[in-house]
């Protein structure tokens, strides 16, 4: 490498790297990149110009299940983001779903309620009702209100949200195919075990279609339908 291990540009080709991993469901190698790039770049550039880098390093390793050190990394992320600009600031709204994701997954859910739903109400009121991040808080909001069994609620929640990412993003986008999922298994946590076999069934289909064998969405469609 001409520039050497610890420059900007490799951080930057470690971050391009990371992107790449990211939209191919690898996500181990993700966050190594994301990791090798932070450790260059905050001892140059400082922790608040790395909220960004704390924010997908937090959020790869929450994919790996690594929640406490996930939490560690996306607090660093949303104490930096709220101190610079704000409660509606992009990168800030990106750390309190994300910080809520974390919290679901850990069974803390009166806390991930908190920040899932400021981050989804922030989003509508910045990014309008339709946006596709605003979409995905709707959807995140329907996975949190399934898990504390608020069933009727999450189910207004994913429906709304899968209507609007079929029109707007298209049925084969894997934000609709993640919503779809999430659906079928609501159904499945519902009892209503034939509704839930075809919204899975539909959601692998749609996913064999746009995802590579193996990548981690495409396999948890599969692993709840085998339930």
């Not at 190698?29 to 190594?32: E, P, T």
């Not at 995905?136 to 994913?158: F, I, T, Y």
């Given at each position: ?10 951080a ?16 181990a190698?993700?966050?190594?990149c ?45 104490e930096?983001?709220?101190?610079l ?45 339709e ?35 079929r ?18 298994w ?36 599969a ?5």
């Open positions: 490498d001409k520039h050497g291990d610890m420059h900007p540009a490799t930057d080709a470690l971050l391009l790297s990371a992107f790449g991993y990211s939209k191919q469901g690898k996500v190698d993700a966050f190594r994301n990791l090798q790039a932070l450790d260059i770049l905050l001892p140059s550039r400082g922790r608040d110009s790395c909220a960004v880098l704390f924010l997908n390093t937090g959020s790869t390793l929450r994919k790996l299940g690594r929640y406490e050190e996930a939490r560690e990394y996306v607090g660093e992320a949303l930096i983001t709220r101190r600009g704000g409660d509606k600031y992009n990168p800030t709204l990106w750390s309190l779903n994300s910080m809520g994701s974390i919290l679901r997954h850990q069974g803390e859910f009166d806390q991930a309620m908190e920040y899932t739903s400021r981050a989804f109400e922030n989003r509508r009121e910045v990014l309008g009702e946006h596709q991040q605003t979409l995905q808080s709707k959807n995140a909001m329907g996975r949190l209100l399934c898990d504390m069994g608020r069933h009727d609620e999450a189910m207004v929640h994913l429906v709304d949200a899968l209507e609007s990412q029109r707007i993003l298209g049925p084969l986008h894997s934000d609709t195919m993640a919503t779809m999922h999430d659906l079928g609501l159904h499945h946590r519902m009892g209503r075990h034939a509704e839930s076999v075809v919204v899975l069934s539909r959601a692998l289909d749609g996913q064999r279609q746009s995802l590579w064998d193996g990548h981690p969405e495409r396999a948890q469609s692993l709840s339908l085998s339930r």
